[in-house]
DNA sequence: CAACAAACAGTCAAGCCTGACTTTTTGTTG
DNA sequence: CAACAAAAAGTCAGGCTTGACTGTTTGTTG
């Protein structure tokens, strides 16, 4: 329980202040967990992130489960997907899962945990988005145009970080969808 | 002079040890210039990295026009093209800009010099690649294609700071132009 | 119920970063 | 060439962060 409320607290202030100006002290402080209970559990302040990268992981299953539930079928199915994709890749999230990936560029402990773990979840989302758009990876050039679909929300994640993109990323995600869509054509339903 | 040595130090910090690791003392010590001299060129830190961000942009921009020249006409052209972003969005110069942007998201004065320039070089970018594509934006969905592409080497970037991703951005690539071609046929060259 | 281990709480010193302050050098102008 | 301003150099104190250390509570087992 505590552990939970320190992953959490990791988390929001790894969005709102960014992997630098997530202090230990600070966590625990949010957390309204003492400073030794926090030593305890996590040593270092890397062992903290790690943990919460883990947890991360989870929610971010959880979250494109609930959202993939959602999905209409038919010919608009498609349009969906990639909206759904490009909304998670726009959430908060994303932002955490950014600043870890940013932070460790330049930490190899940190690399070492989060390189493989990042590498598990992108295979896992390349697995579900297969799925979800019924593609057939056996058709050249397919599994290609779903990979490119998932680095072009990562593109346009990275985009929203800074200003509000809503917008911009529908007009161009449509338009990708109809595209995705004729390539995809005679694979999909 | 001293300038430009601060600035250029600042970038190669940013590079290998991030934002966060850029100490100021550390760029000093680097550029070979004094702590006091480097406080009367920019007082702040922020000054200093506002200023590597406008340093930076210049020789985005260079690096892109001379790339550019050097990219062969006919059918191969829109391959030629995108492979050029995607390096582009793969080099340090990248990485530097990766660590400027993640920073800004929560410094709002950092944010308030980041974004107008980066939008500024964004549509700087758009417009050459249009350029280098021959594409004609009055056709629907044209637009949006451009802009997807860019998207997508911006994502493309984002993977591989962490790991080398260099084949699998080429094949990625590689699938991308065909499809782009495609969308844009008739209205280039 | 007593004893022991694990979880939790609070304090604190060492180290680092930033930016202010003082001094020295360089260069320009009258 | 003298005087003054601008640039460069060096020093340093204040503030913050980390993780080590010590004390206290909770819970479990014999």
Same mark, same amino acid.
């Given at each position: ?12 202030c ?27 559990h ?9 943990? %919460? !990268?883990?947890? =991360?992981?989870? #929610?971010? &299953?959880? $979250? ?6 959602? +999905? ?8 969906a ?15 955490a ?6 932070a ?8 070492a %945990? !989060?390189?493989? =773990?990042?590498? #598990?979840? &992108?295979? $896992? ?6 799925? +979800? ?37 529908r ?19």
């Amino acid at each position: 329980m505590m552990r939970a409320r320190l992953l959490e607290a990791t988390l929001d202030c790894l969005v709102e202040r960014g992997f630098a100006g997530t202090s230990t002290t600070l966590v625990s402080e949010r957390a309204g967990v003492s400073r030794g209970a926090q030593l305890h559990h996590f040593p270092t302040k890397n062992d903290l992130v790690v943990a %919460a !990268v883990e947890h =991360l992981t989870e #929610r971010r &299953g959880a $979250e494109l489960a609930a959202a993939a539930a959602t +999905l209409p079928d038919g010919p608009r199915r498609t349009r969906a997907v990639v909206q759904m994709l490009g909304d998670h890749f726009a959430s908060p999230v994303f932002d955490a899962a950014l600043e870890l990936w940013v932070a460790a560029r330049s930490d190899e402990h940190l690399l070492a %945990a !989060v390189g493989p =773990l990042e590498q #598990r979840v &992108g295979r $896992e989302t390349h697995r579900l988005t297969v799925e +979800l758009l019924g593609a057939d990876e056996s058709v050249p050039g397919v599994r290609e145009m779903v990979q490119a679909t998932l680095d072009l929300v990562r593109g346009l994640g990275l985009a929203n970080t800074i200003s509000d993109d809503t917008r911009r990323r529908r007009r161009i995600l449509d338009t990708w969808a109809d595209t995705l869509d004729t390539v995809l054509k005679g694979t999909t339903r």
